[in-house]
C-alpha cells in the first residue's frame, strides 16, 4: 500500500483526531496562548471555558488557521497544518467552524448560503450540493426556509443555517465560538438542542460556551482557560462541582 501525506493513509482510528503540541502565540507583548497542550479524540466533546480575554478564540481560530502562532504544532486527524498554500486550504475543510456572529452571505438565499462551499471548494455538482443542503437543512430544522435571505430569518434560524453550512464541508471536527451569545434568550436552546444532537451522533466538537447545560448535557471534558494558558481539564460534573483551581473558583463563583 502506497501512503501519502496528505490523502489516502489510513489514520490512527485511537490517534486524537486534533492535536495542539507546545503552541505558542503573540499578539505584540501578548502571549496570548502559553504552551497549549491539548488532544481531542475522535468523537470527543470538549467545551472551552473561561473568562474574556484569555485566549478562547485565539485558540479557536489557530486550529484553522485563521490565525498565525509564533511556535508549535497544530495536527489534524495525525497531519500537521502547515502555514499556507493548497495543503492549508485542504487541511482547513476538514475544520468547520461557526462563530458567534452567524456571518452569513446575506444576498444568497439560505440554501445558496449552505451549497456555496461544496460547489466552490470541494468541486461538487450544484445538483448535488443542493440535494445535501436540502437534508441539512432538514437535519437542522429550517429546511422550510430554504428560498429565504438571511435577515428574513431569526437569530436562532440563520445559526442553525451557519452550522449546516459548515457540515455540508463535510468536516472532521466542529468549532464553536460562544455560538449562542449574540442570541436573543429564547433563541438560545434551540442552537444548543442542535449541537447536542450533533454530539449524539458522534460528531468531534471543540466548544467556546458558558452554557453550563450544554456542557453537562454534552460534554466529555471541560477545558478551563485563564490567562492564554489552560490551567484546568476535568470532565463536567467535577468541574461545575469541584474546581481546583482559584482561578477556576473565581470564574465560577461569577458566572453560576
Ligand atoms: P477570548 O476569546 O477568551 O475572550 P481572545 O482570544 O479573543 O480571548 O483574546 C485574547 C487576548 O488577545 C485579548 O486580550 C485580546 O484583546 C487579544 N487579541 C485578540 N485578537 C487580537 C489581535 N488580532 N491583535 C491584538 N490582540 C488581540
Ligand atoms: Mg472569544
Do not use: W, Y
Not at 125 to 138: D, F, H, W
Amino acid at each position: 500500500m502506497t501512503r501519502d501525506t496528505t490523502e489516502g493513509a489510513t489514520p490512527d482510528p485511537a490517534a486524537p483526531l486534533v492535536s495542539l503540541k507546545n503552541v505558542n502565540k503573540h499578539f505584540g507583548d501578548l502571549h496570548v496562548l502559553q504552551n497549549i497542550n491539548l488532544n481531542v479524540a475522535r468523537g470527543e466533546v470538549v467545551v472551552v471555558i473561561g473568562p474574556s480575554g484569555s485566549g478562547k478564540s485565539t485558540l479557536c481560530r489557530a486550529i484553522n488557521r485563521l490565525e498565525t502562532i509564533d511556535d508549535g504544532e497544530i495536527a489534524i486527524d495525525g497531519k500537521v497544518l502547515p502555514a499556507e498554500g493548497k495543503a492549508l486550504a485542504k487541511l482547513r475543510a476538514d475544520v468547520g467552524m461557526v462563530f458567534q456572529s452567524f456571518n452569513l452571505f446575506a444576498h444568497k438565499t439560505i440554501l445558496e448560503n449552505v451549497s456555496l462551499g461544496p460547489v466552490k471548494v470541494k468541486g461538487m455538482k450544484s445538483a448535488e450540493a443542493k440535494k445535501l443542503s436540502m437534508e441539512l437543512l432538514e437535519r437542522v430544522g429550517v429546511d422550510n426556509q430554504a428560498n429565504k435571505l438571511p435577515a428574513q430569518l431569526s437569530g436562532g434560524q440563520q445559526q442553525r443555517v451557519a452550522i449546516a453550512r459548515a457540515l455540508a464541508m463535510k468536516p472532521k471536527v466542529m468549532l464553536f465560538d460562544e455560538p449562542t451569545s449574540a442570541l436573543d434568550p429564547e433563541m438560545i436552546n434551540e442552537v444548543l438542542d442542535t449541537m447536542v444532537s450533533l454530539a449524539k451522533e458522534g460528531m468531534t466538537m471543540i466548544v467556546v460556551t458558558h452554557e453550563m447545560g450544554f456542557a453537562r448535557k454534552a460534554a466529555d471534558r471541560v477545558v478551563f482557560m485563564a490567562d492564554g494558558q489552560i490551567v484546568e481539564e476535568a470532565t463536567p460534573e467535577e468541574f461545575f462541582t469541584n474546581p481546583k483551581s482559584a482561578r477556576a473558583k473565581d470564574f465560577l463563583g461569577k458566572i453560576l
